[in-house]
């Protein structure tokens, strides 16, 4: 690292801003200073709109009309950028800031070969002959780590695992030895294993090329493994910056420590994720209704198995031009067999492709099993499944954007399943226990007059625990209910989650690949992998005395801020 | 995305989209009210006579004040006669329409959700029905009715008969619609949801599904609203269609049609004016619609 080089990003005064149809202007960043050395690998935090994908924008000239850069400057390795055109003299995105984009399944074009891909930047801007252009492409390849560098280079992307497709697309990057590279939310879509060698070939990138790295992201862990600064921003300003260590270990400002203190710990469990709570005089009314609603049937908790899993198999086939007839047949759960106790929280866990989802699209009867026996609550769950059975085991799913009917009312939503069930004799009913629900939950009662659109992701999640939490039911599958919001809201809705166990006294199947929110959350655990259990043991056995090597590994692998703190304790 | 849309919803559509929208309301009320409007009844023999047949439109020389758009072969007001042909081909083409959507979306919705075996015989079909021409099949619904219902009952039925006829093959189109976007939403975590509260297959259908694909359904049918038109002039100008004694635009132009060479031009070319202004207006309304309500620009 060479001090005596120009920054490679230096960013001033930064302010960004959209104009709104109603003339109103959206400040989408506001007068923000950055700064990274050759080298340095420098990390964006916040929630969800906090600007920081935009700062990444402007500084490539990638902004979306009408958004533009109002004042400040950028200077890329010592260059203005020019900002009114977003472009700067000398200084051409592509050849000297790379990109590295979220999805590794969109960035890359797929008819492509892999070498088209490489070579294609380096042809425009090098002026070199497609032989060493090839001859470059192979060097990146072994660079980034992809085995059988010479034959992937005539591969597609559909060829490629999504791993060795992120690979590519770094590969991509540094293709023109950029200075710096901007990598927004890099490793989010990838599994843990994969992720953790993503993050390690980057930080060498930065070590050994020189390489500047501004790294946006919302994955505290990340930024614990490998950033050497980071600064956090909320609402489109800088709330912190600093050594990440320093900030990680002591935020100084109010946000930050809220921020850095609802991420899960993975080695500690938290009886709540210390977060403001919603608990308000209305809520507590609400939930004491509920609590009364639902003692009639629900015990204590108790060793009694609610749910028996024995010997699941479930079989995805291809069909056939004839209907009815399966050609290829692929084994998504391979005889999986657990059980969950009356009130307890049981999590699956693993990476994606494990077969979790099934498992539980299966006992939800989404999906029909092929051999195997479900026994919920003394019933066999087989093909038709009796309208008590339906009614006593609900589902909240991943995706809070789709899981609300965009056209219908909330209240209507939330009433339907408990008129369904005749829980409320006429329509009027319905909507106040609805409005009961929603308070429950921590939303204002009046949120059910409106449409799903109104709503953030974490408030879209209330509203669908609500509508589960409306047939009253005497277990919840909650399929990675909280992987798609931000972290401090995932921290509210997993105390909300804990809480409505002990006041609905509900069992929990409880999925994620997140062994943070795994730990914070569950009683037992099973770790799955290609379609099987390979582990089963308590919540705290499993932490803290793993015995499979699988599981070892993924407690290995998982980015965690304590870890990486207590292991630089022991070497210093 | 966001405010693409915003600004789409609050502009006013342009002036072409407004005259359009100006000629389809007008020609509304007067299909509405033609029998109050309309100066003499067509189906009534007595209000008119053949003393006054083939007279020029108003404005031109031997122009009669009482015809402002002349007279047909049998002594008919053609103002009139426009009038109730207008009111028959929009009463026919809405029809079917109308019968043509609720069928194909019936079936796109069961296709669409139950899929296999259900998908597969309903598509099939549904893509038998589309490899014969609309026409072909219109003509030979119209001429099995003519065989099997003898004329009276044909002259009765004749409008029910074009309405079956037209939507046979149109049905199609909302079906594999409907289904496409029905998959889509199938997989979507509410009706997922819906499936797993317990509610039955029917319901989640027309509650939680329709209303999430009838956009594309409405713009569909503007569209076809002028195509049904189109058809059912065609078939009435093949003489498949509205008897002479009931016509519509169609019908009209075929009369009209044998005195084109004999100087006799307004008796065709009147309500073929009429036909081409409303298929027009349509056409961009229809447009401005589908542009309007496109599932992209909508947000979720």
Known sequence: MTKTKPPVLDIRNLRVEYPLATGDVLVAVKDIDLVIQPGEIHALVGESGAGKTTVGNALMGLLQAPGKIVSGSIDIAGKPIDLRTGRTEGIVPGRDVGAIFQDPMTSLNPLFTVQDQLCEGMLTHLKISAREARARALDLMKAVGIPEPERRLGSYPHQLSGGQRQRVVIATALACDPQLIVADEPTTALDVSVQAQILKLIRDLADQRGVGVLLVTHNMGVVAEIADRVTIMQNGAVVESGPAREVLTAPKAPYARTLIAAVPPIDTRLERLPVPSEETKVTLEARDAVRRNNKKGNAERSDEVVLDVRNLCVEYGKGSLIPGRKTSVFKAVKSVSFNVKRGEIFGLVGESGCGKTTVANTIAGLVTQSSGDIDFQGNSLGGHRARSVRQSLQMVFQDPY????????????????????KLASNGAEARQDAKTLLETVGLPGDAGLRFAHAFSGGQRQRIAIARALGPRPSMLICDEPTSALDVSVQAQLLNLLKDLRDLAGLSMLFISHDLAVIRQMCDRIAVMKSGEIVELADTETLFTAPKHDYTRELLRLAPSLERILERERASA | MAMARQSLLHRLPPVSVMIAFLILAVMLVLVIFAPMIAPMDPRDVSSYSLMDMEIPPAFMDGGDPRFLLGTDNQGRDLVSVILFGLRISVLIGIGAVLFAAALGV???????????????????????LVSFPTILVALLISGIARAQLGTDMVLTWAPVILIFAISVNEWVQYARTVRASTMVEVSRDYVRAAKVIGLPSGRIMVR???????????????INLAGAILTEATLSFLGAGMPPTYPSLGTLIRIGNQFLFSGLWWIAVMPAAVLVILVLAVNVVGDYLRDRFNPKLMAR
């Open chain 2, 106 to 128: 019936m079936l796109g919705l069961v296709a669409g959700y139950f899929g296999g075996v259900v998908d597969s015989v309903v598509m099939r079909i549904a893509d038998v």
């Open chain 2, 208 to 222: 939680h599904i329709l209303p999430n694909v009838m956009s594309s359904v409405m713009v569909i049918a503007t």
């Open chain 1, 402 to 421: 789709s899981a609300l009917n965009p056209r219908l009312r909330i209240n209507n939503a939330i009433a339907e399943p408990i008129l369904f069930y």
